[in-house]
């Protein structure tokens, strides 16, 4: 069996540690592409990353390219090209400029990678994630944006925190866009198989929720140059080894829904099935009518974004 390639276009903040991460989890050979003013950083990336590989004893290629050429025949390409947010700013405000990064970005995956599973992560990640669809023409089940991943992480992080139980026993779902008004899917919450809600006060759990909904926006804080890295690209790497060892993962993504939970012709974040078919499936469950409420607000703020695309 030949060796797996993931292209990872955008070598960026997010870009260098999915490499990294591609290499340490051995998923296959790595390109990282970005821009000509960026070729020398990202071929810096590539050949410092590769010469921690034989530490490890692991024998992935990492190169560093601005020639799209170098995208052939893909099996995944994770996308983070755009620019971050700055303090201030919200996911929305970079619409514009990030939706023609996209839009060349799709020409090329299109043209030189068109088998390829793709992960979204450049922000506004629901309206980034529909242009690419859009103008790839790829099909449905080899689009997914990562959001829920990310999110859902950062909701089991601070269940943790609050409880100081392990990390491995907490189970929580954020489902949704990926903006303010994402929703946390409270009752789903469980530790050690518990429903969070019975081991924590109800007033501590509502403030964790608040944490959850804006955890993007406390790093851009902390930050001050730039947003979230780590885990964004943690939680990209967990959704493509799912689907290049066809674990059949089930990840709170966002997925093309065609009816799915009400929600027609929109990318949005909804439990995904990830196997070597790209998105598989998606698991729809019976919401409470406040979390249907809930998902309709988030819905109307994507479809606004989404507009604003005129794609
Ligand atoms: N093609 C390829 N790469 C591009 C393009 C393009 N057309 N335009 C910009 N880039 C590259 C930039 O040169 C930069 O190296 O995308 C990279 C983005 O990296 P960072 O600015 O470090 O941003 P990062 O923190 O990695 O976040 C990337 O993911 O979570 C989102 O909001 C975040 O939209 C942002 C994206």
Same mark, same amino acid.
């Given at each position: 069996?030949?060796? =797996?390639?993931?292209?990872l276009?955008g070598?960026?903040q997010?870009?260098?540690?999915?490499? &990294?991460?591609?290499?340490?989890?051995?998923?296959?050979?790595?390109?990282?592409?970005d821009?000509?003013? @960026?070729?020398?950083m990202? !071929?810096?990336?590539?050949?410092d990353i590769?010469? &921690?590989t034989?530490?490890?004893?692991?024998?992935?290629?990492?190169?560093?390219?601005?020639?799209?050429?170098?995208?052939?025949d893909?099996?995944?390409?994770?996308?983070?090209?755009?620019?971050?947010r700055?303090?201030?700013?919200?996911?929305?405000?970079?619409?514009?400029?990030?939706?023609?990064?996209?839009?060349?970005?799709?020409?090329?995956?299109?043209?030189?990678?068109?088998?390829?599973?793709?992960i979204?992560?450049?922000?506004?990640?629901?309206?980034?994630? %529909?242009?690419?669809?859009?103008?790839?023409? #790829?099909t !449905?089940n !080899?689009?997914?944006?990562?959001?829920?991943?990310?999110?859902?992480?950062?909701?089991?992080?601070?269940?943790a925190?609050?409880?100081g139980?392990?990390?491995?026993?907490?189970?929580?779902?954020?489902?949704?866009g990926?903006?303010?008004?994402?929703?946390?899917?409270?009752?789903?919450?469980?530790?050690?198989?518990?429903?969070? /809600?019975?081991?924590?006060?109800?007033?501590?759990?509502?403030?964790?929720?608040?944490?959850?909904? #804006?955890?993007?926006?406390? &790093?851009?804080?902390? #930050?001050?140059?730039?947003?979230? %890295?780590? @885990?964004?690209? @943690?939680?990209?790497?967990?959704?493509?080894?799912? %689907? &290049?060892?066809?674990?059949?993962?089930?990840?709170?993504?966002?997925?093309?829904? /065609?009816?799915?939970?009400?929600?027609n012709g #929109?990318?949005?974040g909804?439990?995904?099935?990830i196997?070597?078919?790209?998105?598989? =499936?998606?698991?729809?469950?019976?919401? =409470?009518?406040?979390?249907?409420?809930?998902?309709?607000?988030?819905?109307?703020a994507?479809? !606004?974004?989404?507009?604003?695309?005129?794609?």
């Amino acid at each position: 069996m030949s060796r =797996k390639k993931i292209s990872l276009i955008g070598g960026g903040q997010i870009g260098g540690n999915l490499a &990294l991460l591609c290499a340490q989890k051995e998923l296959g050979d790595v390109v990282i592409y970005d821009i000509p003013n @960026a070729e020398g950083m990202i !071929k810096g990336k590539a050949l410092d990353i590769s010469q &921690l590989t034989p530490l490890d004893g692991h024998d992935s290629n990492i190169v560093g390219s601005s020639n799209p050429e170098d995208l052939k025949d893909s099996d995944v390409v994770i996308i983070t090209a755009g620019i971050p947010r700055k303090p201030g700013m919200n996911r929305e405000d970079l619409l514009d400029i990030n939706i023609k990064i996209i839009t060349d970005v799709a020409n090329n995956v299109k043209k030189y990678a068109p088998n390829a599973f793709v992960i979204v992560l450049s922000n506004p990640i629901d309206a980034i994630v %529909y242009s690419f669809y859009k103008v790839s023409g #790829f099909t !449905k089940n !080899k689009v997914v944006g990562m959001a829920g991943v990310l999110d859902s992480t950062r909701f089991k992080t601070f269940l943790a925190m609050e409880t100081g139980y392990s990390k491995q026993d907490i189970q929580c779902m954020v489902l949704g866009g990926h903006g303010d008004t994402m929703v946390p899917i409270t009752r789903l919450a469980t530790i050690g198989g518990i429903p969070a /809600e019975e081991l924590i006060s109800k007033e501590r759990l509502d403030s964790i929720v608040e944490r959850t909904r #804006f955890g993007g926006g406390e &790093l851009v804080k902390l #930050f001050g140059n730039g947003s979230a %890295y780590y @885990a964004p690209a @943690a939680s990209a790497i967990e959704m493509a080894e799912s %689907y &290049l060892k066809d674990k059949k993962r089930v990840l709170p993504c966002a997925a093309l829904c /065609e009816g799915e939970f009400d929600v027609n012709g #929109f990318f949005i974040g909804v439990p995904t099935v990830i196997g070597s078919n790209g998105i598989e =499936k998606i698991l729809e469950f019976n919401l =409470k009518s406040s979390e249907k409420t809930e998902l309709e607000k988030t819905l109307n703020a994507v479809k !606004k974004t989404v507009k604003e695309t005129k794609l």
